[in-house]
């Protein structure tokens, strides 16, 4: 049956320092729960063919598809600020596949087996988390966020062991690559320039061929990346999304958003919220993002220093610059996306009081972020008496008034606030709830928050529910690696 398959596996050709080969550890009785048919199809693979048995046994990793060379990529990364030798401890890469138009992803199996950098774990992966990884990344792939993304999902058929007995599960994960900040590190902390030199071509080869031939390619590469990271996080920002473990181990070289642990969107404005049960100190709240992403691209930055400047002074110090710029690029692509959310089209010295402004009372009268917008263009769907606040009315008529200095018609703000507002995420309850019916078989609740939340842009019908926050006073908490 040919599939469509076009592996192109050059990581596992890197030398030993960069990888493990290792196999899946086969399953028990593998079930497929969910396969991701539109992502196969943009990948340029066809599985139309194969009976949901056999489909089982490639998303297991019981059968490798011709072509696969399996390996475990090795890593480091801070967590939560204190250096650590990390490594793909539950999953392997099975091969890069090329697509017709020669872009190549990384098909990775989550939750497979140990490996050599599985430490104490068992190199297992529990259903709820794998499907919840699902239901976020494909959610913000339908934000227009670049995420890594998920074809499929299969029960193992073997329980694995945490505080209780559950389900064991493997998630396929599609990324353009999992380079990761923690990737240069581990590579780094070994001291070999010439590896590291593998390792910074293989990334621009891979990610930035635009700078093959500069003069500076680390420099060029670091400038790159703040960009990415940059815009990332701001699109974060845009959304409400708290990714709730952003150690450097997962921020990635091509700017996807990776690793859904503990993430979760914010319903009530609050800069502060956390939702992960082990971040007690609140390093990684909403607010903290963009000051986390610096700290990150610092760590990266040390990195490359060898390779920017033979004088290590010198490196350091056009390092240090360059990380230094990322507040002032970080302030204005946030300002001009606030003003996307508002749709407003130019430049107003008073704009950033405006944006201040509507957050600050938002926070002050616990407003949900996502449908205050939704509420501007008119398309909150309660018709919610915080509202017919004053200081809130008062505001909004500032905006109106800075809204007719638009040069552009209205038409075309409500398109821009269309683009940048969401009128639907995945809301925690909602998820819960289709997480809760998938584990006792029911995909129903799963299978329609997925088709909602593939066009999140968009007006849709019966979807009573899907845009309101949790009714519940009870906290919402998220758990890692589980
Ligand atoms: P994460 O919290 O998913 O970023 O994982 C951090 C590190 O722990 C990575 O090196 C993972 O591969 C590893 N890890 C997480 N869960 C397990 C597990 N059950 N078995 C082995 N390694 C794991
Ligand atoms: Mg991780």
Same mark, same amino acid.
């Given at each position: 049956m040919n599939i469509g398959w076009q592996f192109d596996n050059t990581y596992a050709n890197l030398s030993d320092a960069f990888k493990e080969k290792i196999k899946p550890t086969p399953v028990n009785n593998p079930e497929l729960i969910i396969f991701n048919k539109s992502l196969a199809s943009e990948l340029n693979l #066809? /599985? +139309?063919? &194969?009976d949901k048995k056999e489909l089982s046994k490639i998303f297991s990793g019981n059968v490798l598809p011709n072509g696969s060379n399996s390996i475990a990529q090795a890593y480091a990364g801070h967590q939560f600020g204190h250096f650590t030798m990390l490594g793909d401890g539950r999953a392997v890469l099975i091969g890069e596949h090329k697509t017709k138009a020669n872009k190549k992803y990384d098909i990775q199996f989550k939750g497979s087996g140990k490996t050599a950098f599985s430490r104490n774990g068992d190199g297992r992966a529990a259903l709820g988390p794998m499907l919840r990884e699902y239901i976020i990344s494909e959610a913000m792939n339908g934000l227009n966020i670049p995420t890594t993304r998920s074809l499929a999902v299969v029960k193992t058929g073997e329980n694995i062991q945490r505080e209780t007995a559950l389900q064991g599960a493997i998630l396929t994960r599609v990324a353009s690559s999992h380079i990761r900040v923690g990737t240069f590190q581990y590579i780094a902390a070994r001291k070999k320039k010439d590896e590291l030199k593998t390792l910074l071509d293989f990334t621009i080869n891979r990610h930035? =061929?635009? &700078? %093959? #031939? +500069? $003069?500076n390619q680390a420099l060029d590469l670091l400038n790159l990346l703040i960009d990415r990271q940059c815009n990332l996080v701001v699109n974060w920002m845009r959304v409400g999304f708290i990714h709730g473990v952003m150690n450097t181990d997962n921020m990635t070289i091509s700017g996807e958003t990776i690793d859904y642990g503990p993430c979760a969107f914010m319903d009530t404005? #609050? =800069? %502060?919220t956390v939702f992960s049960s082990i971040d007690q100190t609140g390093r990684y709240a909403y607010c903290n993002q963009p000051v986390i992403t610096k700290w990150n691209l610092a760590r990266f930055a040390e990195c490359l220093v060898p390779l920017i400047n033979k004088d290590q002074e010198k490196a350091i110090k056009i390092a240090t610059e360059k990380i230094n710029s990322f507040e002032k690029k970080y302030e204005e692509k946030w300002i001009n996306m606030m003003r996307d959310k508002l749709g407003l089209f130019g430049l107003d010295d008073k704009d950033k009081f405006l944006i201040l402004d509507l957050l600050t009372w938002m926070h002050e009268k616990k407003a949900d972020y996502t449908n205050t917008f939704c509420h501007l263009m008119n398309l909150n769907p309660k018709k919610d008496g915080l509202y017919s606040d004053k200081d809130f009315i008062n505001w909004k008529e500032r905006w109106e008034d800075r809204s007719s200095k638009n040069n552009a018609t209205s038409k075309k703000s409500m398109e821009l606030m269309r683009k940048n $507002? =969401?009128? /639907? &995420? =995945?809301?925690n309850h909602k998820v819960e709830e289709a997480l809760e019916a998938a584990e006792q078989n029911d995909l129903k609740p799963f299978n329609k928050i997925l088709e909602i939340l593939k066009k999140p842009y968009d007006e849709q019908i019966g979807? #009573?529910?899907?845009q309101s926050p949790s009714i519940s006073d009870e906290k919402y908490q998220t758990f890692c690696g589980t």
């Open positions: #066809d /599985f +139309s063919k &194969i930035y =061929p635009e &700078i %093959k #031939d +500069s $003069n404005y #609050d =800069p %502060k $507002n =969401p009128l /639907f &995420i =995945p809301r979807t #009573d529910g899907y």
